[in-house]
């Protein structure tokens, strides 16, 4: 087999590689749906918690909610300003 047909080979749905690398989507009963959406809430409500935590320990100027891209930024920033307080 030649380089150009080894590319079509590779390139063909049907051949080995190709379907190595594709999943299908799993298909969740009632139940497993049901689990899986009680264990996606509770995740979300642990981040949430982790937020809030973090929002606590920032010092903002004014107390509005940040968002969550917000609280991140000001966190890494905050982080970089006592890193240069330690070094200096």
């Known amino acids: ?11 063909n749905p049907s051949s080995s590689t190709l379907q190595q690398t594709t999943r299908k989507k799993r298909k969740l009963n009632g139940q497993q749906r049901d689990e899986a959406t009680v264990r996606e809430k509770h995740r979300m409500l642990k981040l949430n918690k982790a937020y809030s935590q973090l929002r606590l320990v920032l010092p903002v100027e004014n107390k509005c909610k ?6 991140l930024r000001t966190a890494v920033n905050y982080i970089h300003i006592l890193n240069q307080l330690l070094e200096s």
């Open 1 to 11: 087999m030649n380089n150009e047909e080894q590319f079509l080979y590779d390139m």
């Open 66 to 71: 940040l968002s969550r891209i917000e609280t």
